[in-house]
C-alpha cells in the first residue's frame, strides 16, 4: 500500500513542488492550502506523515501542529515542518508545539524523501 | 508536470503575491495596525524568498532573505511602520519585482538601488531609522534583529544542551564482531532513553534504530528495568532505554544526526569506545534485533498502538514487546489494520468532498482562451448565416428548424457571454501597478502624492487590461508631473501639501469606466488657449467654450509644459493617449476645475471581441454603428430640419437643437448631402458629452457582432472602428462614432476624412 503524506502549504509553487516530488517517489498526496484546510482534510484522510508549512493564513503550522497533536485519533502522526526558518527560535516553538521533524528549505526533493523515511516505517 | 511549469507557477504566484505585498504595505501606510496585514505582507516575501530558493535564484533569495528578516522585526513589534520605514519598504516591494522579472525574463536589475535597499533594510532591522528622518528625536532602539545571512543553508545538526541533556554513565568495554574481526571503522557506544515526549510527537524509537542500523554494524540491548507491573502501567510513558554498540565508518557526528529529530526528547550519550577494531570479548550477549518488520509499510509500534485505544491485551502484548519485538509489531499492526480498513471508505468520500471544498480554480493558458473565444467567434457567425439561409429559404417561420434554430441562438449567446467571463480580470493588478509609477515619479519630482484606488475588483476582458496599462500610466505621469502642484505651492493655496490621484474604476452600462482624478490646480486655460494658437490648432479668433479648451491637450502636437520634462515629456502627448484609448473602442474626455483639479474620463468596451450593434443601410453599404453609443433613434420631420450656416443642418428634438451628421456625406460616400427625411436619425452621445443625430438610411436590424480588427488585416480607416461578418456573410465596416462626430464638427479640427467607398 502507498504511503500517504498530507502536505500543508499556501505557496502554490511549493504544493507543486511537493506534489510531484511524493508522487514520483510512489506517495500518495493530498494537499492543504493552509492550517484550517490542513485540519479539515486530517478527518478521514489518514496520513502516514504530515508535512507542514510554517508561515500561513488563517492557521499558522505552529497552530496546525497543535491541532493535530489534540487529535485523539490522528495525534501519533508524525509531522515534519517545511520552513525556511534555519534559526533555533522557530525550530523550538514546532517542536514545542509537537512537531516530529523538520525539513530546513530551499526544497531539496532527496532531503524531503530522506525525512520522511526517517519518521515512517 | 515538470520544473520548467512549476516554475511558471512560480512567477505567476510571484505576481500575486508582489500585489499582495505592495497593497498590504499601502494599507500599513494608511495606518491599518492589523497584525494579520503585517503577517501577509511578511508572507508574500516568505513565499518567494521560498520558492526562489527552490530554484536557485540567488540574488531574488538574498534580496529577498534581507527584505523578510526587517518584516520580521514589524511583525514582532520590534520595528515601527512609520511613513519614512514604510517607504524604505515599498521601495524594496518595487525591487523585489524588478529581481522577480529579472528572473524570469533574464536581463539586469539596477544594482546599486538594490544594494543601496538592502543597506537601508538591514539599517531598519538594526534599528537605526531612515535617513530622512534622522533629525527626529531617537526612538528607543529595537532589539536588533539576527545579521542577515546567506540563506538558509543546510544544517549541521549539532547535539545542544537546551534539552537539559543529562547524560546517562555508561561504562562498555570495547567489543569485536566475532564473525568479521577484519571490519574497518570505530566502535561507538550510543546510549539511548527515550522520554514520553519523544512518542508524543510522532518520533519512534524503533525507527531511530533502524536509521542507526544502517550506518553500520550493530548490537543492541534493551534495557526493560524500568518496566512496572502492568496494572501500574502507563501506556504512554516511556520505560525502555537501549545501549547501543555500533560498528561504522562514520563520525560521531552522523550517529547523532540520527537523533536530530528526537535530541531533545530523550537521553543520549554517544563516545568512541575503540579506534581499532578489537578480538576482544563482548562484555555482553547482544540481543538480535529483527529490524525487516520496521520495513513493512504500514507503521506498528507498541506506543503507538497502545496510544490508539486498543484493547488490555495489546497492550499486555506491547509489555513483553522487550523481548518479542516482532511479535508486538504485528499484533499492534493487526490493530490498527483494523482501524484503518475501517476508516478507509470514510477517507475517501471526505477526501473528495474536502477536494471540492478547496479553491475551485484552475489556471489556464491564455492561447487556449483565444482559440476558444475565436471559434465561439466563428460558431456565431456561422449560427447567423444558418438563421438567415433558413429564413430566406421558409417563408413560413413555424417549423421545427425554426424552432431549433431559435434555441441554437440562445445557446450560442450563453456560450459566448460564457467565454468572455473566463476572459474578465479585475483592474487591480494595472490599478496596483500605478501606485509604483506615482511613487516614483513624485520621488523624483520631489512632490509627495498619494494614490487612492477605488472599485480595483471591477471586471473587464484581459486584452482590455493589458491595453489600458500605456495609456493609463502615461495619464499618471502627467498628472504627478503637471496635476499636483509642488508641496509649497499647495501650502501656498492652502491645500494638504500632500496631493492626491485618485483612480477608480466602475461599471457603467455595458462599458468599463475609468476615473482619473487630480487635486491639483486644474487646466490653465489661458495658457492652453494660447499654446494652441501657437501651434496653429486653432484660429487665434476661435470662440471656445471652457470645456472645449480643456479639450485641446488631446490634440496632436500639444504640450502644456513649459519646458520638457524627463518625466510626462518624452515625446508623448495627450493625443496619444487618446488613440491609443480610442483604438480599444474607447473615449476619453476632461473636467477640470481651476484650483481644484482636473478629471480625466475614459470609457471602454468590456471586450474586445464582440459588440452590440445596430446594423444599418447608408448610401447603399450595410455599417454597424455600436449599440453603446446610441442614445436613441427616430425618424426626422421635414419640420424638424433646420439649416445653419452654408451647409449645416440642425434638428429639433424635444425643443432643443442637434446637429445632424450625414454619414455618407461625412465618409464620402456620396456627394451631396441626403434628404433626411428619407432616412433615419440616430440620436449619439459623443464623448465631449454633446448629443449629434447621425443621419443614415435605414435600419437593417440589431445583433451582436465579432469584432474583427481592420487595422490587422488591412490599415487604420478613419471613421471606421473595425470590421465583422454578417449572417449573410457579407464584411461590414463598423462604425466610429466618435470620428465620425469629430469629423463632422467643421474647421477647427480639419477633416481628414477620405474614405473611398469601400466594396
Keep these: ?121 | 508536470m515538470d520544473m520548467n511549469e512549476i516554475k511558471e507557477i512560480f512567477f505567476q504566484e510571484c505576481e500575486e503575491q508582489l500585489a499582495e505585498l505592495e497593497s498590504g504595505l499601502l494599507k500599513l501606510n494608511d495606518g491599518d495596525r492589523d497584525p494579520e496585514t503585517v503577517n501577509a505582507v511578511f508572507r508574500a516575501v516568505h513565499s518567494i524568498k521560498g520558492g526562489a530558493g527552490a530554484f536557485g535564484l540567488d540574488d531574488l533569495v538574498s534580496f529577498a532573505h534581507v527584505f523578510e528578516t526587517t518584516l520580521d522585526c514589524v511583525r514582532s513589534n520590534k520595528l515601527e511602520p512609520t511613513p519614512d520605514v514604510l517607504k524604505v519598504m515599498l521601495k524594496s516591494a518595487d525591487v523585489l519585482a524588478d529581481l522577480v522579472s529579472a528572473s524570469r525574463d533574464g536581463g539586469g536589475v539596477d544594482e546599486s538601488r538594490s544594494r543601496g535597499l538592502v543597506k537601508e533594510l538591514e539599517a531598519l532591522a538594526h534599528g537605526e531609522l531612515p535617513s530622512s528622518s534622522a533629525h527626529e528625536a531617537p526612538k528607543p532602539a529595537p532589539k536588533a534583529a539576527p545579521a542577515p545571512a546567506p540563506v538558509a543553508k543546510a544544517e549541521t545538526p549539532k547535539p545542544t544542551d537546551d534539552s537539559g541533556f543529562q547524560p546517562i554513565p555508561f561504562s562498555f568495554d570495547g567489543f569485536g564482531e566475532d564473525e568479521e574481526p577484519a571490519i574497518e571503522g570505530s566502535v561507538y557506544e550510543v546510549s539511548f532513553k527515550p522520554r514520553r515526549e519523544l512518542y508524543s510527537k510522532g518520533n519512534e524509537a524503533a525507527l531511530l534504530l533502524r536509521d542507526l542500523s544502517r550506518l553500520g554494524e550493530m548490537s543492541i540491548n534493551c534495557d526493560t528495568d524500568a518496566l512496572p507491573p502492568l496494572d501500574k502501567m502507563d501506556p504512554e510513558a516511556s520505560y525502555f532505554g537501549w545501549k547501543i554498540s555500533i560498528r561504522t565508518t562514520k563520525s560521531e557526528d552522523d550517529i547523532r544526526a540520527v537523533f536530530e529529530f528526537a535530541e531533545w526528547d530523550c537521553d543520549l550519550e554517544v563516545k568512541l569506545a575503540e579506534e581499532a577494531s578489537s578480538d576482544e570479548e563482548l562484555p555482553m550477549v547482544p540481543v538480535p534485533f529483527d529490524l525487516s518488520i520496521l520495513d513493512d509499510s504500514s507503521g506498528g509500534e507498541e506506543e503507538k498502538g497502545a496510544e490508539q485505544g486498543v484493547s488490555e491485551e495489546t497492550v499486555a502484548a506491547a509489555v513483553s514487546a522487550a523481548e518479542t519485538a516482532s511479535n508486538v509489531s504485528r499484533a499492534a499492526r493487526a490493530v490498527e489494520k483494523k482501524e484503518s480498513a475501517a476508516a478507509a471508505a470514510a477517507a475517501q468520500n471526505n477526501a473528495a468532498a474536502a477536494a471540492a471544498a478547496a479553491g475551485q480554480t484552475i489556471r489556464v493558458d491564455l492561447d487556449r482562451v483565444d482559440r476558444l473565444i475565436n471559434l465561439v467567434g466563428e460558431l456565431v457567425i456561422n449560427q447567423a448565416m444558418l438563421s438567415q439561409s433558413v429564413i430566406e429559404n421558409d417563408a413560413t417561420g413555424t417549423s421545427a428548424v425554426n424552432m431549433g434554430l431559435e434555441e441554437l441562438q440562445q445557446l450560442t449567446r450563453e456560450i459566448q457571454d460564457s467565454v468572455m467571463a473566463i476572459r474578465a480580470q479585475p483592474v487591480k493588478p494595472v490599478f496596483q501597478r500605478m501606485s509604483r509609477i506615482v511613487r516614483e515619479v513624485a520621488d523624483m519630482v520631489g512632490k509627495s502624492i498619494r494614490l487612492v484606488t477605488e472599485g480595483e475588483n471591477t471586471e473587464v476582458d484581459k486584452t482590455v487590461i493589458d491595453k489600458i496599462a500605456e495609456p493609463l500610466t502615461h495619464m499618471i505621469r502627467n498628472a504627478v508631473d503637471h496635476g499636483i502642484e509642488s508641496p509649497e505651492k499647495r501650502e501656498a493655496a492652502g491645500k494638504d501639501p500632500e496631493g492626491t490621484i485618485k483612480l477608480t474604476a466602475k461599471h457603467r452600462s455595458g462599458r468599463i469606466l475609468i476615473e482619473l482624478a487630480d487635486d491639483g490646480a486644474g487646466i490653465n486655460r489661458e495658457r492652453v488657449r494660447q499654446k494652441a494658437i501657437d501651434n496653429d490648432i486653432i484660429a487665434a479668433d476661435a470662440n471656445l467654450s471652457d470645456d472645449e479648451i480643456d479639450n485641446l491637450i488631446f490634440m496632436a502636437g500639444f504640450s502644456t509644459a513649459d519646458k520638457i520634462s524627463d518625466i510626462s515629456g518624452r515625446g508623448v502627448g495627450m493625443d496619444v493617449v487618446k488613440r491609443s484609448i480610442q483604438a480599444l473602442g474607447g473615449r476619453i474626455s476632461i473636467s477640470s476645475r481651476p484650483g481644484y483639479g482636473s478629471t480625466f474620463t475614459m470609457s471602454l468596451p468590456l471586450t474586445l471581441a464582440v459588440l452590440d450593434g445596430m446594423v444599418v443601410t447608408v448610401a447603399g453599404q450595410t455599417l454597424v454603428v455600436p449599440l453603446t453609443a446610441i442614445v436613441e433613434t427616430l425618424q426626422p420631420e421635414a419640420a424638424a430640419i433646420h439649416s445653419f450656416g452654408a451647409n449645416q443642418r440642425l434638428i429639433s428634438i424635444r425643443n432643443s437643437f442637434c446637429p445632424l451628421v450625414d454619414v455618407g456625406r461625412v465618409l464620402n460616400y456620396r456627394a451631396t448631402q441626403a434628404n433626411p427625411v428619407e432616412g433615419v436619425a440616430l440620436l449619439v452621445e459623443s464623448e465631449g458629452g454633446g448629443q449629434r443625430a447621425l443621419m443614415v438610411d435605414a435600419i437593417q436590424g440589431q445583433r451582436q457582432v465579432v469584432i474583427k480588427s481592420l487595422e490587422a488585416n488591412y490599415t487604420h480607416v478613419p471613421g471606421i472602428a473595425a470590421a465583422t461578418i454578417l449572417g449573410d456573410g457579407r464584411v461590414a465596416l463598423i462604425l466610429d462614432v466618435d470620428a465620425v462626430v469629430a469629423a463632422s464638427r467643421g474647421q477647427s479640427m480639419k477633416p481628414e476624412m477620405s474614405l473611398a467607398a469601400t466594396g
Excluded: H
Design chain 1, 1 to 121: 500500500m502507498k504511503k500517504k503524506v498530507l502536505t500543508v502549504d499556501d505557496s502554490r509553487t511549493i504544493r507543486n513542488m511537493l506534489l510531484v516530488t511524493l508522487n514520483n517517489a510512489g506517495f500518495e498526496t493530498i494537499q492543504a492550502e493552509d492550517g484550517v484546510e490542513g485540519l479539515e482534510v486530517l478527518e478521514g484522510c489518514n496520513p502516514d506523515v504530515i508535512v507542514t508549512d510554517i508561515n500561513m493564513p488563517r492557521l499558522d503550522g505552529f497552530g496546525f501542529i497543535e491541532g493535530v497533536r489534540r487529535n485523539e485519533k490522528y495525534r501519533a502522526v508524525p509531522i515534519l515542518v517545511l520552513t525556511t526558518e534555519s534559526d533555533a527560535e522557530k525550530k523550538n516553538r514546532a517542536r514545542q508545539a509537537g512537531a516530529t521533524g523538520w525539513i530546513v528549505k530551499p526544497f531539496d526533493p532527496a532531503k524531503l524523501i530522506d525525512a520522511i523515511e526517517r519518521v515512517t516505517a
